[in-house]
C-alpha cells in the first residue's frame, strides 16, 4: 500500500506551489498524483521522495531546482512545529521538470518524532551579502 503525504508536508508542498509563475500550474498537476515511494527521516529532518504520473506535464527548467531555501525568492515557506524552538525549512527537488524530492530541516532542533501541530507559512528569506 503507498503512502500518503503527512498533513505537514501536504501544507508545506500546496503552500510552495502556490506561486503564479510560469511551471507552477505544471508542478500542481504533477501533486494531484504525486505518491510516496519512500521517507527518510534524518534526526534533524526528512526526505520524502515522491512518484508522480508520468503523463503530467513538465515544469521547463526556468522554474528552477531546488524550489525553496532562498533559491530564487525573497520569500520562503517555513513552518513552526510544536516541539521545535527554531522552526523548520523545506526543499523541493525537481528531476527533469517533476517533483522528486521534498526535503524538511530544522535549524537547530531535533525533529520530533511525531509532528501533530505546525503552522506553515512564508517567511523572508535572510541572504548573506556576498563578500
Given at each position: 500500500?503507498?503512502?500518503?503525504?503527512?498533513?505537514?508536508?501536504?501544507?508545506?508542498?500546496?503552500?510552495?506551489?502556490?506561486?503564479?509563475?510560469?511551471?507552477?500550474?505544471?508542478?500542481?498537476?504533477?501533486?494531484?498524483?504525486?505518491?510516496?515511494?519512500?521517507?527518510?527521516?534524518?534526526?534533524?529532518?526528512?526526505?520524502?521522495?515522491?512518484?508522480?504520473?508520468?503523463?503530467?506535464p513538465r515544469a521547463p527548467?526556468?522554474?528552477?531546482?531546488?524550489?525553496?531555501?532562498?533559491?530564487?525568492?525573497?520569500?520562503?515557506?517555513?513552518a513552526d512545529i510544536e516541539?521545535?524552538?527554531?522552526?523548520?525549512?523545506?526543499?523541493?527537488?525537481?528531476?527533469?521538470?517533476?517533483?522528486?524530492?521534498?526535503?524538511?530541516?530544522?535549524?537547530?532542533?531535533?525533529?520530533?518524532?511525531?509532528?501533530?501541530?505546525?503552522?506553515?507559512?512564508?517567511?523572508?528569506?535572510?541572504?548573506?551579502?556576498?563578500?
Amino acid at each position: 500500500m503507498t503512502e500518503r503525504l503527512s498533513a505537514l508536508e501536504r501544507a508545506v508542498l500546496d503552500l510552495l506551489l502556490s506561486r503564479e509563475e510560469d511551471g507552477y500550474e505544471a508542478l500542481r498537476e504533477q501533486l494531484t498524483t504525486a505518491e510516496v515511494i519512500a521517507r527518510r527521516m534524518t534526526g534533524a529532518g526528512f526526505f520524502t521522495d515522491l512518484g508522480v504520473s508520468q503523463d503530467a506535464p513538465r515544469a521547463p527548467s526556468s522554474v528552477g531546482n531546488p524550489l525553496g531555501h532562498g533559491k530564487a525568492h525573497e520569500q520562503d515557506v517555513f513552518a513552526d512545529i510544536e516541539g521545535m524552538e527554531h522552526g523548520a525549512g523545506f526543499v523541493l527537488w525537481l528531476e527533469d521538470g517533476q517533483i522528486s524530492t521534498l526535503e524538511g530541516f530544522s535549524y537547530a532542533d531535533a525533529w520530533p518524532e511525531e509532528v501533530t501541530a505546525f503552522d506553515v507559512r512564508w517567511e523572508k528569506v535572510n541572504r548573506v551579502a556576498d563578500s
